[in-house]
């Protein structure tokens, strides 16, 4: 939880008021490395069922290629992971054993990061823990309405999606910039499209072709890992708003609030 600690300050920044200023600036080339994509991931908390030993709630898998591996939904709302267990604990029927286990049942967030982590680390092993996301139901649709909107026929978005917004679309992604924070200079992904659209009605008026792009998790941590792309060192992934609500639950350790996000004049 220490990871998710660390980023409280940023992230109790971009929760806010969500946006600085928006400007255009030129960038330096950066690799990065595997601890730094592991940072920008741990902004994010995602949340596993586990039991009161702490160890999540799993499931054997069958496919033969995947013989001595287990599966564990890895969820990116706290809330619909307590919906499940809710649904669980409701279910009829269930044996004393059973019913023990279940009603110890609970939500432990972890960082993204911690899970990228463990998928490098086991990815050749033959037992494994298998990682499936649940996207929230919501931010699938909105994702599928902006992919139709652009042209595209999707029937179905196959992870979690990233909504990031774009001067057009043929420029550049759009970054903001915290005076709070030595005027760093961010280029925000956001996990909820309603986020994204605050920042589009910002950048509206001054760009008037600027619009939402839709990737997913998958595709940002692949850019992350194979690019070296200017803009990749300025990349913070921002939680949604139940996220946001729930980081801010936790300790800071020191860390000082009084810093505020707000517009730049030009």
Do not use: C
Not at 252 to 261: F, H, I
């Amino acid at each position: 939880m220490k990871a998710l600690v660390r980023w409280g300050a940023t992230l109790g920044l971009l929760g806010s008021t969500l946006l600085g200023s928006v400007f255009v600036g030129n960038l330096p080339v950066l690799a990065l490395s595997e601890q730094q994509i592991k940072e920008k991931l741990d902004a994010v908390p995602v949340y596993l069922i586990t039991n009161d030993q702490g160890a999540p709630l799993s499931r054997p898998l069958s496919d033969s290629e995947t013989t001595g591996a287990s599966v564990t939904g890895v969820y990116m709302s706290r809330q619909e992971a307590q919906t499940f267990i809710k649904e669980l604990q409701g279910v009829p029927g269930k044996d004393p054993k059973m019913e023990k286990m279940v009603n110890s049942l609970q939500v432990t967030a972890v960082p993204l990061g911690v899970i990228y982590q463990e998928l490098q680390q086991s990815k050749n092993q033959s037992e494994r823990l298998i990682f499936a996301f649940k996207p929230v139901e919501g931010e699938i649709k909105g994702a599928m309405e902006l992919l139709r909107q652009s042209g595209q026929k999707v029937t179905q978005f196959p992870s979690v999606p990233i909504f990031a917004v774009r001067f057009s679309p043929n420029q550049g992604y759009v970054p903001i910039q915290f005076k709070s924070d030595n005027n760093q200079e961010l280029i925000p992904l956001f996990l909820s499209k309603q986020d994204a659209q605050g920042l589009l009605n910002q950048v509206k008026p001054k760009f008037p072709q600027a619009d939402i792009q839709v990737i997913d998790i998958d595709g940002v941590i692949k850019t992350l890992q194979d690019k070296d792309d200017p803009w990749l060192n300025q990349v913070v992934l921002v939680p949604s708003q139940e996220s946001r609500e729930y980081i801010n639950t936790l300790p800071r350790q020191g860390s000082n609030n009084s810093g505020t996000a707000r517009p730049q004049q030009r």
